[in-house]
């Protein structure tokens, strides 16, 4: 998409197109190598395939796991970390919503499960600290990447969205696991949190451009009271 090229990103990050939904999957700088957020896309389209040393995903439609076990087998180190309530979602092709999509995909079971709250240490002071925001599915989650140069500061770097939060809409709640009133009350702790963020802080959803904090709460629905 044009639109986001104007966006600089963060050198620690790389977008790569999922190309399904103008999809975005991606690199997060870790100590080792990088996480990839989202394995979308199959290792062979991704330059970087040898330095990824982790697989988490935002939630488990095929469309953000679907190539989960390609990267498994390509690299038998690699874990896929999703959160509990998606556990059982990316194993049925039903669920997943591959099958909605026209392909029927069953994903194997994930390594690691995700909680609200954890953090996962990406080493050289990097993390990424976990929000569960039901609403698209019941375990979407929301990562927020920051580094700790020390015990007392924080630098946030990114606000990794998956379908919960786009530049300009929601994620549909249409779909197994979907809910309306769940999305409220995500969309409620993001607001409160906004609060707490830096209002340039990059949003990088699953899908479409790039935006930032400050011009959700600008020009959004979605982020007022
Ligand atoms: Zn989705």
């Not at 982790?54 to 896929?80: P, Q």
């Not at 979907?178 to 999305?183: A, D």
């Amino acid at each position: 998409m044009a639109s986001f090229n104007k966006f600089n990103l963060d050198p620690r990050i790389k977008r790569i197109p999922e190309g399904y939904g103008y999809g975005n999957a991606w690199l997060l700088a870790a100590e080792n190598g990088y996480v990839l957020i989202d394995p979308a896309v199959p290792p062979e389209k991704v330059e970087l395939k040898d330095q990824v040393m982790a697989l988490i995903a935002t939630h488990g439609h095929y469309d953000h796991v679907g190539k989960a076990d390609a990267w498994r087998s390509f690299n038998r180190k690699l874990e896929l970390m999703i959160h509990e309530a998606e556990a059982d979602m990316i194993m049925d092709k039903t669920l997943n919503a591959s099958l909605f999509f026209g392909r029927g995909i069953d994903i194997a079971k994930p390594d690691i499960l995700l909680r609200d709250g954890q953090e996962i240490e990406l080493g050289n002071n990097l993390f990424l600290r976990v929000f569960h925001t039901p609403g698209h599915t019941r375990g979407s989650c929301c990562f927020l990447y920051l580094s700790k140069p020390d015990a007392e500061r924080e630098n946030y770097i990114a606000l990794i969205t998956g379908d919960t939060v786009f530049a300009t809409d929601i994620g549909r709640m249409d779909l197994a696991g979907g809910s309306e009133e769940q999305m409220r009350r995500s969309l409620a702790r993001l607001r409160k949190l906004r609060e707490e963020l830096p209002s340039d802080l990059p949003v990088l959803p699953g899908h479409g451009s790039a935006t930032t904090l400050e011009k959700l709460q600008k020009n959004y629905w979605f982020m007022h009271h």
